[in-house]
């Protein structure tokens, strides 16, 4: 064991060692313990019976479904898109050297941050009489919008201070710094944030049956309070959950692919300056 691994925990003997595993082991009994519990409860009260997971087999309610999955990620999509452009767009303002539009995006940011996004979904559905998706898109926009210019200018603001005055010191104009020398090094630390928020961008879509918006959430609710179909409610969300989970779950997997592909391009990039050697990379036009 390295002298960096040991220097944060004392290394635990062997009785410790013992008292650990059982630890863990009185975990998994205790947690396996509650899921069969769960499961007891749900076959007792009859949610496992074929009636109540009939509804699934029929043509119709899997177009439902489907059509209501396809809503969510319809919206998804739409406000993904409008809140990294706002973001962006807000985060620039935060860090402009002009007062008033830096005082002017703070105010925008701190106020659509602290208003429910519910709010701003009802407020734009009921008050301005916008049709359900466009309300929906437009409150998680500005709401995940301003959130997302906080990660983009903290994550702006982490690079250290030497990258940039290196970059002034050459001769290039703000806009060049920030495109070529500050995002592309902020973006690596901002990547877990903006994910995380785009997760919670995409379970907010569910917030669009309040308003009628016909969404994956919405299609389960009438399926679960139908009669006819003995209100499958357990069933409904034994089917939607795990979907809504391995959205979330794809979503994770594609942003930790995207940050691995950028780590190996900036190693490669890095590996073939070296290879390059210093009388190469000082060849160029400016080169004495």
Not at 102 to 110: D, I, K
Not at 180 to 193: F, K
Request: glycine share 10%; hydrophobic share 50%; net charge positive.
């Amino acid at each position: 064991m390295t002298t960096t691994a040991t220097a944060l925990y004392d290394v635990p003997g062997p009785k410790a060692r013992v008292r650990h595993r059982g630890y863990g082991i009185a975990g998994v009994v205790a947690i396996l313990a509650l899921v069969v519990w769960i499961v007891y409860l749900l076959d007792d009260t009859g949610q496992f019976e074929g009636e109540k997971w009939r509804p699934f087999q029929y043509e119709g309610i899997q177009e439902l479904l489907l059509e209501g999955l396809g809503n969510t990620l319809k919206a998804f999509g739409l406000a993904a898109v409008l809140s990294l452009a706002l973001g962006g767009v807000l985060a620039s303002g935060r860090l402009s050297e002009f007062r008033p539009v830096r005082w002017l995006a703070t105010l925008f940011v701190e106020f659509f941050r602290a208003m429910p996004v519910l709010v701003m979904i009802f407020f734009v559905f009921v008050a301005l009489e916008v049709q359900p998706l466009p309300a929906l898109v437009t409150g998680l926009t500005l709401y995940n919008g301003s959130v997302l210019a906080e990660v983009f200018r903290t994550g702006i603001n982490a690079v250290d201070r030497g990258q940039r005055e290196a970059a002034y010191s050459l001769g290039l104009r703000k806009t060049q710094v920030m495109t070529y020398v500050l995002v592309p090094q902020g973006v690596r630390a901002m990547l877990p944030a903006i994910i995380s928020q785009l997760v919670v961008a995409l379970k907010d879509t569910s917030l669009g049956f309040l308003i009628t918006f016909e969404e994956f959430l919405q299609a389960g609710k009438l399926i679960a309070t139908d009669l006819d179909y003995g209100l499958p409610f357990i069933p409904v969300v034994l089917v939607i959950s795990p979907i809504y989970i391995g959205l979330c779950m794809l979503l994770s997997w594609v942003a930790n692919w995207v940050a691995k592909r950028e780590r190996r391009s900036v190693k490669t990039r890095a590996a073939k300056v070296a290879e390059a050697g210093p009388s190469t990379v000082l060849s160029g036009p400016g080169a004495t």
